[in-house]
């Protein structure tokens, strides 16, 4: 199955559909896992609901060896999707307050996945306008909903508040991974991407450094992880915060950068937006430099290995689709197309950094996309913006 929706169960009479509701999910190759809150318990067995789902019961937020096996937060990392399912009045509220006293509760809290909600409950409960308030927020925070129906509830009362049926929920169940999917072309790549600058050592306190903020590759991290990809991050030292979902590898110089980067192999997109110094000092001392007041101390600089190049012509773990950056304060086209040619990558993201454009540690950045088939300028963009662009582009290739 290569969907699991993560499922949890409140304390409502309308529980027991949700046992009907796995085996739906089933049918349709989505796999479960469960979540059964202590007044969920009281509707549905942990063992009606394990056999259905095949799988562990989650029941309790401090259970040592769920801890050990798995957390409340790795549990929601796992699913594509968490379905709340009787989402009930009180599951609400804590939703809408961020309120995290139990496994529920706390993994709802915890995650960043999408959340899809059943609610089902008295009617005067549902339309209590504590509630209203509580969905209202809920949608505000990205939470979908499903029902609740209107009929004979088993209170004796009629009207909006019974559970959507079990039907209704996995067919929005299968709406809803479907758009997923649609959303995150690159779901099931890999990508590397370098970002910031590097520091090379002079000695212990003094490095060679440029100014790179890390902005544009940390954009094109995050841009690519939010369609999918599974993203490792290789930066030298910047101030931009790392963004949520990747995986961070921070380095300091050119070489560890390198095996950074071969450590993260294979991969299917290599994106270098690292501004790798060119050059290290040859003998970067173990002690301070002094002053001597006589002579100046003689910095024999040798070159750096350079990581696009050798990501490009890696003998076995070439990246399918390898990007360079080419930032240039003069004839931007020639230079890009030549450095394409000399790195060996496929597509060269070349960009004016004379001091005049500023886009050097600013927010804009103004890029020609140069490939095999020709250049594309495209306007004056937020970094965020063009790094979408070009995540967009990726996603295009692959498809
Ligand atoms: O040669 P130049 O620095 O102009 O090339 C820029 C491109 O090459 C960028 O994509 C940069 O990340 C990459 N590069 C590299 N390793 C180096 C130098 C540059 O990956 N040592």
């Known amino acids: 199955m290569s969907k699991r929706v993560l499922l949890i169960v409140g304390g409502g009479i309308a529980a027991y559909k ?11 190759g989505i796999a479960t896992t469960a979540i059964l809150t202590k007044a969920g318990a009281q509707f549905v067995t942990p063992l ?4 259905l789902t095949g799988d562990k019961v989650y029941q309790d937020l401090f259970s040592l060896t769920d801890e050990s096996e798995m957390g409340h937060i790795e549990l929601s990392r796992v699913a594509d999707l968490i379905v709340v399912a009787p989402a009930t009045a009180d599951l609400m509220a804590k939703a809408a307050h961020g ?4 496994l529920a509760s706390t993994t709802l809290l915890a995650t960043d996945t999408p959340v899809l909600m059943a609610p089902a409950m008295n009617v005067r409960m549902w339309l209590h306008p504590a509630t209203q308030r509580n969905l209202a927020t809920l949608k505000g925070d990205g939470v979908t909903f499903i029902g609740p129906n209107e009929g004979d509830m088993a209170c004796g009362e009629y009207g909006p508040g019974r559970m959507a049926e079990p039907g209704e929920i996995a067919a929005a169940i299968r709406k809803q991974l479907g758009a997923l999917d649609a959303a995150r072309p690159l779901a099931g790549k890999s990508a590397l991407v370098t ?17 790179s903020s890390g902005k544009q590759g940390h954009a094109i991290a995050a841009a690519l992880a939010a369609l999918g990809a599974r993203v490792t991050l290789v930066s030298g030292p910047v101030g931009v915060p790392t963004p949520p979902g990747v995986t961070f590898v921070p380095v300091e110089t050119a070489r560890e950068m390198l095996a950074a980067c071969e450590a993260a192999l294979p991969a299917d997109i290599a994106v270098c937006a690292a501004a790798v110094a060119d050059w290290r000092v040859a003998d970067a001392g173990a002690e301070k430099i002094k002053k001597d007041g006589k002579d100046v101390p003689p910095l024999a ?6 990581i696009l190049a050798t990501l490009s012509r890696h003998p076995f773990r070439r990246p399918r689709l390898v990007i360079g950056f080419a930032a240039e304060t003069e004839n931007v086209v020639p230079y890009a197309r030549a450095k394409r040619a000399k790195k060996g990558c496929d597509w060269i993201v070349a960009n004016d950094v004379s001091p005049e454009t500023g886009v050097m540690g600013g927010e804009d950045n103004t890029v020609i996309l140069v490939s095999e088939s020709g250049e594309e300028t495209w306007p004056k963009l937020p970094k965020t ?3 979408a662009r070009l995540a967009a582009r990726i996603a295009d290739h692959f498809s």
């Open 195 to 211: 970002s910031g600058p590097t520091h090379e050592p002079i000695d212990p306190v003094r490095y060679i450094a440029n100014r």
């Open 48 to 51: 009606s609901l394990s056999s």
């Open 385 to 387: 913006e063009v790094a």
């Open 301 to 306: 600089l040798v070159e750096n290995p350079d």
């Open 99 to 102: 309120l995290a006293n139990d």
């Open 18 to 28: 949700s046992l009907e509701l796995v085996r739906l999910l089933s049918k349709s």
